[in-house]
């Protein structure tokens, strides 16, 4: 099994906050702002936030996409000795991937009572039955990561309200 990295509480915070910003960026294009980083050798090797809306793919999610770019930094389809950090717990298809990848270990901000699939609903990357686990943190900066995505989508029941 990897290793799973360790990081100071600061430098969780930091990780997170680049998670955030993705997640901001993804808000601003009008996609649902969930933004994802993965790190290796305390250096993020990749980042991502949704692109459902703009490539019209139901995979185009940012955990996805961050973990096809880390692939690909690292040259390997194992991220073992990474971590990914996300702003929305992880639904089954990105739990999937986290899994299939390797990755020793998930931050994540908000838990998502309606599809979570690490601690909400299922805990997949838990699962002993499984040939890969992964270490899991939650509520990690969960009220920033929450308010974006309540500002987000009040934004939009507004908008079909004035139509």
């Avoid at 990474?82 to 390797?102: D, H, K, Q, Y």
Wanted: charge should be neutral; hydrophobic fraction near 45%.
């Amino acid at each position: 099994m990897a290793k799973v990295p360790t990081f100071s509480e600061q430098q969780i915070d930091y990780f997170m906050q680049e998670a955030l910003n993705e997640a901001k960026l993804a808000g601003s294009e009008g996609e649902v702002p969930i933004g994802a980083v993965i790190v290796f050798e305390n250096q993020i090797i990749a980042r991502a936030h949704n692109h459902r809306e703009r490539d019209q793919l139901a995979t185009a999610h940012a955990e996805l996409i961050a973990i096809e770019r880390a692939n690909q930094a690292l040259k390997s389809w194992r991220l073992e000795d990474t971590a990914l950090f996300v702003t929305l717990e992880p639904c089954i298809m990105c739990a999937g991937a986290i899994i299939n990848a390797r990755v020793p270990a998930v931050y994540y901000g908000a838990q998502d009572a309606k599809g979570g699939a690490t601690q909400s609903l299922y805990h997949l990357l838990e699962d002993q039955r499984l040939n890969h686990r992964a270490f899991v943190q939650s509520d990690v900066r969960a009220k920033e990561s929450s308010l974006l995505l309540q500002h987000f989508f009040a934004k939009i029941r507004a908008k079909r309200k004035q139509k």
